[in-house]
């Protein structure tokens, strides 16, 4: 008789003891299920460096209103800015992560992290674009120059090369006045002289961010200058395909 009932104590305790594994077993799941569905999208997609980006929350919660929402915009800092939408700027390009603390009201919370991946602007062409004009008369010893001259939009950096015996200057640089008119007109009047045979020039128009222009002139004997335009990187030190036939 002992026997049994120790037995039949012996499973009520198994009994017992199941039952608690299964509700261990299933109560991650309720939580996880009970927690708010933190999401969120940004306009533009693809946005580009120093670009207004704006960040709007998608979150829901089929549970429980959501009390708050918060975004860490620098992706490893405090939770600092609040609210549904927020705006913000990136200034260097690159993957940036962003995430977004929601909280409901039943006090559950989730995390949504997502990667924005930013890149710098695209170059303009500089507008209206320069004009580098010569006028002068070819000569056995090589080329009278009566006119050099460079029209560009104000503020632009106009910087005039010269390699080879006989140049009046070495390099020449002017920065084109800002007027009230869309284009000004600079003049290089010490090149407007007798320049020999081999003699090259080279006129940058620059300007950061822009597409600039490169024209070079290589003086020949008895024929006009042999002339090669192209344009300027943004940063203006390097030859780039031109965007458009523009310029001349």
Aim: aromatic share 4%; charged share 15%.
């Amino acid at each position: 008789m002992r026997a049994i009932i120790v037995r039949m104590r012996l499973r009520w305790a198994l009994a017992r003891v199941s039952f608690a594994l299964a509700a261990l077993a299933v109560a991650p799941a309720c939580d996880a299920a009970a927690q708010p569905a933190a999401s969120f999208l940004w306009f533009p997609p693809a946005p580009h460096v120093g670009e207004t980006v704006s960040l709007a929350s998608t979150s829901t919660d089929s549970s429980s209103p959501i009390a708050s929402q918060a975004w860490d915009l620098l992706g490893s800092g405090p939770f600092d800015q609040s609210g549904p939408v927020v705006e913000t700027t990136f200034s260097t390009p690159g993957q940036h992560l962003v995430r977004l603390h929601v909280n409901s009201a039943d006090g559950s919370w989730n995390v949504a992290a997502e990667v924005i991946t930013v890149t710098d602007p695209p170059a303009l062409e500089m507008l209206p674009f320069p004009i580098v004009r010569i006028v002068g008369t070819a000569v056995r010893s090589g080329v009278k120059l009566r006119l050099l001259s460079v029209e560009a939009p104000p503020g632009v950096l106009i910087t005039l090369e010269c390699r080879g015996r006989g140049c009046p200057t070495k390099v020449q640089s002017v920065l084109a006045p800002s007027t009230g008119v869309g284009t000004v007109t600079v003049q290089f009047r010490r090149f407007e002289r007798l320049l020999r045979a081999g003699v090259s020039l080279e006129v940058r128009v620059s300007k950061a961010g822009q597409i600039g222009k490169d024209t070079r002139l290589l003086i020949r004997h008895g024929k006009p200058p042999r002339r090669v335009d192209a344009c300027l990187s943004p940063l203006g030190n390097a030859i780039i395909s031109c965007p458009s036939a523009e310029g001349s």
